[in-house]
């Protein structure tokens, strides 16, 4: 069994990180103050992104992010600049329990969907000037970038302007995905090579509460992993051959909660048989992901990154617990498909996990000794 040197890697991660203070205090002085330019917030971003392009290359990863440092949220600052979608703040909401929790945005298809602009190239050039600094031909920059289906699952029908799209198929899914394949292109055409798409949806749809939430929407919880897999074909089928392509399926990270559990059963087959992807990044953090079984979807070529150091928290997993859970997970799928992570990013939002920065480097460090010992 050999390292990998294509991504994704043996020791991967999803690509956020916790936003140094400093970093935090000219966001304010931006977006609420207003006493700095947007030149200014954005030397301020540069500065921290090189800082953490060197935090990556420290502990050992090979794919290198820009931590998503010139992020509020995951989501909404890249599907807004999309033509044709509209989206509201996020509402922050305290539990019984006095934790807090993220309701989903709104997100409306107010006409047709179509890509205006080069999102992410900018700052992906930036983020490639740094890892080619770094001088180590084994770094690669990955952009991530939230999943296509946010833009249906959100509001169902009911979000999506019938003037557009009278019938939404094909014609709002193969817009949808001609955007988004405008925008892997233009990344593409700059450099890159590696990008992740984001997904809570799929994931949503394993948590009884949500799938019962889909049904009163008009969908079928039981059709929609399937409707979803033709829909991220029709991006997969676009998008520049050369190009990883990867799906990330997330719970809920915010401050260190979550939204949904549930077994990957209900969108096993779906999402690792019919999607033509090249990688799915699991959570496996906890028992909230259920068993390993539903990996016996898998398919030849594929690769599964295995989420099993929590990012919620600060303890940290032994080797030996690792070790086993993979072991596990190889009753079920080839251990040479198979490769190790944390379950999240550390900071799915501006606001960060409940969890240091000692806590962050001593978690990575524990991934790429891990996986330099069952695969290297």
């Not at 833009?151 to 019938?167: D, K, N, T, V």
């Not at 390993?292 to 594929?302: A, D, I, S, V």
Request: hydrophobic share 35%; aromatic share 10%; glycine share 6%.
């Amino acid at each position: 069994m050999s390292y990998r040197t294509a991504p994704p890697f043996r020791a991967d991660h999803v690509g956020s990180f916790l936003r140094p203070s400093y970093l935090l205090e000219a966001r304010e002085a931006y977006f609420q103050r207003k006493a700095i330019t947007a030149e200014q917030l954005r030397e301020v971003e540069d500065r921290a992104i090189a800082e953490i392009v060197q935090f990556q290359r420290s502990v050992g990863l090979q794919s290198i992010t820009d931590g998503e440092f010139r992020r509020t949220y995951f989501h909404i600052d890249f599907l807004e600049q999309l033509g044709g979608v509209k989206t509201d703040i996020p509402v922050t909401v305290r539990r019984a329990d006095g934790t807090e929790e993220l309701a989903p945005p709104v997100i409306q298809v107010t006409d047709r969907v179509r890509h205006v602009r080069d999102i992410q190239r900018a700052d992906f050039v930036y983020l490639q000037d740094q890892v080619h600094a770094a001088g180590d031909a084994a770094l690669l920059p990955k952009v991530t970038i939230p999943s296509p289906t946010m833009l249906h699952f959100r509001g169902g029908r009911a979000g999506i302007s019938r003037q557009a799209y009278p019938e939404l198929d094909p014609a709002f899914y193969d817009d949808v995905a001609q955007a988004y394949a405008d925008e892997l292109h233009s990344l593409y055409n700059a450099g890159c090579r590696y990008v992740q798409m984001d997904d809570t949806n799929l994931a949503y749809l394993c948590d009884q509460k949500m799938r019962e939430a889909a049904r009163q929407r008009g969908d079928d919880p039981n059709e929609l992993p399937h409707r979803y897999a033709q829909f991220i074909n029709k991006v997969v089928d676009r998008k520049p051959a050369g190009m990883t392509l990867a799906m990330h399926l997330c719970r809920g990270n915010f401050k260190s909660t979550y939204a949904a559990s549930g077994n990957y059963e209900p969108v096993a087959e779906a999402l690792l048989s019919e999607m033509r992807l090249d990688a799915f990044f699991l959570e496996y953090d906890d028992d909230r992901s259920g068993d390993f079984r539903p990996l016996r979807y898998l398919g030849k070529g594929k690769v599964v990154v295995l989420g099993l150091v929590t990012t919620k928290f600060g303890q940290l997993e032994s080797k030996d617990t690792l070790k086993r859970r993979i072991d596990e997970a190889v009753k079920y799928a080839p251990l040479d498909q198979l490769c190790l992570s944390p379950q999240c990013g550390f900071s799915s939002t501006v606001h960060g996990n409940n969890i240091a920065v000692e806590d962050q480097r001593s978690k990575l460090r524990l991934v790429v000794e891990t996986a330099q010992e069952v695969w290297g």
